[in-house]
């Protein structure tokens, strides 16, 4: 079975430009998660969302990020302006409903923002 | 809110010797999961062992088991027979049993661990 699939792997960027991370989860799962990991805040949730629908974007940063997941395997993380603040690895997560559920990781994305 | 800490940011084994590393966290709830999760150099963040709160039983999988001490909240991982592919930062995750919207994973801040040949 293929497992949470994330692109790209790595990401450089300047200051201002707009990024945009992707993920495809497990196919059948219900549920995904973004996550931020830093050297400074460890791993963090940004945003998750259950049936393609969002329901706890509490962690997302500030306005200038966004999450969309248009259909059951496709989410994207943008980010526009990005920051160097931001560089960071973004995982995508994905699980299915019911008893443990528990996340299964993407390989993260690596972004860069000089 | 809950808390993971693990106060132990290194450790290190000799290749086939055996590893504990600790995790303790805070919560209130009375049934929740816990989760190890290793990330070796790739950065891939890998499920290594879950516990469910609800079972006395130690989880175990392969070289692999917890010490699972509800009262204590405490949540130890024991690497048997280390190998050097087990060198990597592991992560002791939290969460509540799912309800409303409370879903996210609460992390711990890792402990690398280095297998000595």
């Known amino acids: 079975d293929a497992g949470v699939i994330q692109s790209p792997r790595h990401e450089v960027t300047e200051m201002g430009q707009e990024v945009t991370l992707r993920c495809k989860p497990i196919?059948?799962?219900?549920?995904l998660f973004w996550y931020r990991q830093t050297m400074m805040r460890g791993l963090e949730l940004l945003i998750y969302f259950n049936n393609n629908v969002p329901i706890d974007d509490s962690g997302m940063p500030e306005d200038r990020f966004s999450a969309k997941m248009p259909n059951a395997s496709f989410s994207t993380l943008k980010i526009q302006p990005s920051e160097p603040r931001d560089s960071a690895v973004y995982f995508c997560a994905s699980s299915l409903a019911g008893g443990h559920e528990t996340q299964y990781f993407g390989p993260g994305t690596r972004l860069l923002v000089l | 809110a809950q808390t993971v800490t693990q106060s132990q940011p290194e450790m290190s084994v000799q290749e086939a010797e055996t590893v504990t590393l600790s995790c303790t966290y805070d919560?209130?709830?009375?049934?929740?999961?816990l989760f190890w999760y290793k990330q070796p150099p790739s950065r891939q963040m890998i499920l290594v062992i879950r516990?469910?709160?609800?079972?006395?039983q130690n989880a175990t999988e392969n070289r692999f088991s917890v010490n699972f001490q509800k009262a204590a909240k405490s949540f130890s991982l024991k690497i048997s027979d280390s190998q050097l592919g087990d060198a990597a930062m592991y992560f002791c995750?939290?969460?509540?049993?799912?309800?409303?919207?409370?879903?996210?994973?609460?992390f711990g801040s890792g402990t690398q661990l280095t297998v000595l040949p």
């Open positions: 196919s059948g799962h219900d549920y």
């Open positions: 995750a939290y969460r509540r049993v799912p309800s409303g919207s409370a879903r996210q994973l609460t």
């Open positions: 919560t209130s709830e009375s049934d929740y999961y």
């Open positions: 516990q469910e709160a609800y079972k006395q």
